[in-house]
């Protein structure tokens, strides 16, 4: 991944984390819990009650993401991680404004979600 202050698309092998992510949280697994994903870390309790919270006053229950929201999900370099922005879908929107905030480290690598939000 690079490390400029450039935004660049989502690489793809972390698409498949992602998509992971979301059917959890489309199956009302917000702290990731049972889903248990591989290089992904578990969510507290207050973060996954205020996804839980952004997702339903957005009005339109989220949905598996669909393959057009990676033209518009991007990540950037913030100092010693890479900081992730996933569009996200609803059942009336492939790709919404509701977007996915999340960091990533390398060696080893580790995914962990900060919140789910309409920037």
Same mark, same amino acid.
């Given at each position: 991944?690079?490390?400029? +202050? ?5 690489? +793809? ?13 489309? !199956? ?19 973060? !996954?009650?205020?996804? +839980?919270?952004?997702? !339903?006053?957005?009005? #339109? %229950?989220?949905? %598996?993401? #669909? &393959?057009?929201?990676? +033209? /518009? ?20 929107? &492939?790709?919404? #404004? ?7 480290? /390398? #060696? %080893?690598?580790?995914? !962990? ?5 309409? %920037?």
């Amino acid at each position: 991944m690079a490390q400029d +202050e450039q935004e660049h698309p989502i690489p +793809e092998e972390l698409r498949g984390v992602f998509v992971q992510i979301v059917d959890a949280f489309v !199956a009302g697994d917000y702290s990731l819990r049972a889903a248990g994903i591989a290089d992904v870390d578990l969510i507290d309790a207050d973060t !996954a009650e205020s996804i +839980e919270k952004c997702i !339903a006053a957005y009005g #339109d %229950p989220l949905a %598996p993401l #669909d &393959p057009a929201v990676w +033209e /518009r999900s991007c990540y950037g370099c913030s100092g010693d991680h890479w900081e992730m922005l996933v569009d996200l879908t609803t059942q009336h929107e &492939p790709v919404s #404004d509701l977007t996915l905030h999340a960091d990533v480290r /390398r #060696d %080893p690598l580790r995914v !962990a979600v900060r919140s789910v939000h309409v %920037p």
